[in-house]
Structure formats: C-alpha cells, structure tokens
C-alpha cells in the first residue's frame, strides 16, 4: 500500500494517560498535515510540517499535544494527560511540493478516552 | 476568520436525480477547492477540485462550479446511484501559505435505490 498510512488505528486510553499516533506520509511526499476530526464534523487543521520544520500549529493544538518528523518522513503526534474532549478521529495527510497540490489522507486514528 | 460554510448537513435523494451541494468561503485569497467524499469508517477521497483560474470543471457524472466574486462554490452530482451515498467535505485553501484546508462541516448524501 503506497497510500498515507496511520497506526493504529484506533486507541482506548483512560483519562490522564500519554498516547501517540504515528503517520507514515506518501513516500517523498514532504508536506505532512494533521487534522481532529469530530463525529458529523470536517476536519479540522491541527498543524503542518514541510520536511522536519514545523511551520504552522493551530490554536486547537494546545500544550498538551506535541507533534514531531525528526527525518522529515514520519511524524508523531503525542497527547498527554488526555481528556476525554480529546476523543477524536486524528487524521494524517501528504502532499508534495506547490502549495496548490492535492492532500491525501490516511485513514486516521480512533482516540477514546474514558 | 477563516471559514467554509456547507449546505445542506443532510440530502435524500432518488437514484437517478441530481444532488447539488453548496459551500461559501471566507477568504478572498484561497484559490484550490477541493471536495472530499467519506465513507463510514474510511478516509477522506479526493473526488474532484478546482483552482480559482477557472469556473467550471466535470468528470464523469461529477461537476464542480466556483463563483469568485461571491466566494461559493458547488457540487454537481448527476445521475446518482447508491454507492455515491457518503458524506462530501468541501475545503478550501486557509490565508496562511502553508496549504492548510479548511473543510466545511459535512452534506450526507442518501441515494434511495
């Protein structure tokens, strides 16, 4: 599968616990996109690497929520001390070069904490 | 701020008929529009998009329409079948460079055999 790829796929944790999400990008893509996604909502922009530079975080990012792509393939996003607002569909997505190019998305991780 | 609105949240419709879902941006200055299709469970599919240069793009029984100057753009679906049942997102460019989107909140699409 050369497609955007997210583990795992879904997550149950209890309040107060660290979790993290891995996102394995489209190969050389070298933009990588995160997104929160709530039932009967779009997605919602979290933040946004170009190769291991992290350009841009949103103000939903807050300080408990830490992004990284040390070698500018991979990323990681970790939440700690996880609420139960925090249960969410986060979405991983690529692209490649120009800022008009297409965004493909992973399948996501299921995050639910009790 | 930056903001997509999407309409309608819910459409039923007759396998055969038209389905059309419409969306207004917020900023002048996006200029991609992309349309998402989510099926239950599954990740987000790029159907079809549009950039701002042009008002009207078609593939298939898919069309998508962008009117600039009142910043709403729209989704065509002609000739609907079951499995076009899902729910559709449509995004635009946010003000930053960085090529985030923002999407709208979602049309689930019911196509009634």
């Known amino acids: 599968d050369t497609g955007v790829s997210q583990n795992p796929r879904h997550k149950i944790t209890k309040r107060g616990q660290n979790v993290t999400f891995r996102c394995d990008p489209i190969s050389e893509h070298n933009r990588l996109y995160w997104y929160r996604q709530t039932l009967g909502q779009g997605p919602e922009f979290l933040t946004y690497?170009?190769?291991?530079?992290?350009?841009?975080k949103s103000r939903l990012l807050s300080d408990r929520f830490s992004a990284e792509r040390p070698k500018g393939s991979f990323s990681t996003l970790e939440i700690q001390r996880t609420e139960q607002g925090d249960s969410a569909m986060y979405l991983c997505a690529s692209s490649q070069g120009a800022r008009a190019n297409i965004q493909y998305f992973g399948a996501g991780t299921r995050l639910s904490v009790l | 701020g930056e903001n997509v609105e999407q309409h309608p949240s819910t459409l039923s419709v007759q396998e055969g008929d038209s389905a059309v879902i419409k969306c207004t941006y917020s900023?002048?200055?996006?200029?991609?529009f992309p349309w998402y299709k989510q099926e239950l469970g599954k990740r987000p599919q790029l159907i079809i998009d549009?950039?701002?240069?042009?008002g009207e793009k078609k593939d298939q029984r898919i069309a998508v329409t962008l009117n600039k100057t009142a910043k709403h753009f729209s989704l065509h679906i002609t000739e609907t079948q079951p499995e076009d049942s899902a729910v559709y997102f449509c995004a635009a460019f946010g003000s930053s460079n960085t090529g985030k989107l923002i999407f709208g909140q979602g049309t689930t699409l019911q196509v009634k055999p």
């Open positions: 549009i950039r701002s240069n042009v």
């Open positions: 690497f170009q190769n291991e530079a992290q350009l841009e």
């Open positions: 900023d002048s200055a996006s200029n991609y």
